[in-house]
């Protein structure tokens, strides 16, 4: 049971640090553009002290925010929780279809070893060698080359 617990644990951290971090950045997000709307032009006076407020009591701040029913933070808050579920629907999707199997290979892959390499892709006798030259190589070429070492024996 409890190591249990514990795998459901660290599963889910890596989502509800997402969404922790993506909470606090929306408060700081809302509380900026709203000092922005109310200093205007002295914004650059008040900026430092209201994004200090911001950043130590960000839960103070985002629950004032969902009271008045801020529209920047419900929306922006919606799109982090949106998009953390998405991630996390994402994750273990992809977790899913790289699953391996007993040999720690993706699908039906397996590794070969060095006898099974060499008989497959080393394994070629000379007449097969000359066989699949001549297939891949077009007869006019095989006739200049021949008649190109011809006049080159008998030139010497």
Do not use: C
Request: proline letters at 2%; a positive charge; glycine letters at 6%.
């Amino acid at each position: 049971m409890k190591a249990k617990l514990l795998n459901v644990v660290k599963a889910i951290w890596p989502y509800g640090l997402t969404l922790i971090v993506g909470l606090y950045l929306v408060g700081i997000l809302t509380g900026t553009i709203m000092a922005l709307s109310k200093y205007k032009l002295t914004t650059a006076v008040h900026l430092s002290a209201v994004l200090k407020q911001l950043a130590f009591h960000p839960w103070h701040n985002d629950l004032l925010y969902l009271s008045q029913k801020n529209p920047i933070s419900i929306i922006a808050g919606i799109g982090v929780i949106l998009y953390t579920i998405y991630f996390a629907l994402k994750r273990n999707s992809k977790h899913k279809a790289w699953e391996t199997a007993d040999t720690e290979t993706h699908g039906s892959a397996t590794w070969g070893n060095l006898k099974e390499l060499s008989d497959h892709y080393f394994s070629i006798n000379a007449k097969d060698l000359t066989t699949a030259f001549n297939k891949s190589t077009k007869a006019e070429i095989l006739k200049s080359l021949v008649d190109r070492e011809k006049s080159a024996k008998g030139g010497d």
